[in-house]
């Protein structure tokens, strides 16, 4: 191992956030992911990592990840916890297990003692808010109080979504189990339970999860600075924004800084144009299928080749989701790519979706990128990878930042 080299990667999933650390040089050392599918493609592209398999919460698994540093010191931790519960869709819970696995990461920090880390997550870490530290007396009472509401609302939510779909039947003269008086009710209590919610002074015993991330750290003998960045203005063909936390162990004395953009919109200012769909995957259209490239096409129904050609660039195929089966844009860059449980983008020309090749081409996965699994299994990987593009950028100003 290389001095001042060493990284451990943490919710590693196929590699997109070491994959530009390895390109500038780094010797991932160690690797850690749940699921051993997706951890498949890691081994296939990181040859000569250690890869510590199964659930980060387990102390079996911490002490396997720490027994890899028995001889040698980790310099930089890399990694995102998932980000489930901070996600903009959906009801966030803010005390989902799955939003609290930031902890586990922190607890790494602490006992392995890197000079630098760095955490990436979605943009939605800065509005929702956790529980402060350490509450006690009426501070805590007051939060058990709030979440027993929000307990209450979620499940009458629920249940107005029933009533919701039961009323839909009726209308349409199919069999139904709607019934008037309980949608009344239902709303009438819903209404209730908001205006309590509301009454809360949330202030007193929460606040935002990036900011108590930057206080622990802080806690633990490390400064740490976030930033959200956009993957396009880092060469990578997607508008794909995330909030970067750079950490740095205070007896390192090292600064704090951001890549600088490579990538403008509209190439102002001495830089390069974003880089546009076309521009990344209009070579791949017409080649034929290539399994072993993950150039996997997908064998739709005629009646949803029908759907397609009737969908415009720039629309969804099914009004209801707006991001499942949209028409990309083929002149600027696309928008977050998600796996939607398949549900993944249109060809701005090809009455198809797109090729997990093609979705990794706009993630910025070099064509050498061997993705292992099923082809459902591959946009799982994509979806929840950060773009190569981007941990090149980071990786490229870390070497800097760690060579003064």
Known sequence: ML?????????????????????????????????????????????????????????????????????????????????????????????????????????????????????????????????????????KKEADSFYKLESIKMKLVAAKKRLSTEKGKMEIGEPHEYNEESDNQLRKTLSQINKKIKAFNLSSFRISVDQKIINTFKTKGYRVKSRLLNSADYGVPQRRKRIIFIGVREDTKLNITFPIATHHKDGENGLKKWITVREAIDDLKDLPEDKAFAHILSKHQPSFVEKIKNTPIGKGVYKKYSEAFFRCRPDEPSGTVKENHGGVFVHYEKNRVMTPRELARLQSFPDNFIFKGTKSCMLVQLGNAVPCGLSHALARNVKILMSR
């Not at 060493?6 to 160690?30: D, Q, S, Y």
């Open 3 to 139: 001095n001042n080299n060493n990284v451990l990667e943490l919710f590693g999933g196929c590699g997109g956030l070491g994959w530009g650390f390895k390109k500038e040089g780094f010797t991932i050392a160690a690797y850690n992911e749940l699921d051993p599918k997706i951890a498949a493609t890691y081994r296939e592209n990181f040859k000569g990592t250690e890869c510590v398999i199964g659930d980060i919460t387990n102390p079996e698994i911490k002490q396997q990840i720490y027994s890899c540093f028995t001889y040698a010191p980790c310099d930089i931790i890399l990694g995102g916890p998932p980000c489930v519960a901070y996600s903009m869709s959906g009801h966030r819970n803010s005390r989902d297990p799955r939003g609290q696995l930031f902890r586990d990461y922190i607890e790494m920090v602490e006992k392995l003692q890197p000079k630098l880390f760095i955490m990436e997550n979605v943009p939605g870490i800065r509005t929702i808010m956790h529980d402060k530290e350490d509450l006690t007396g009426a501070a």
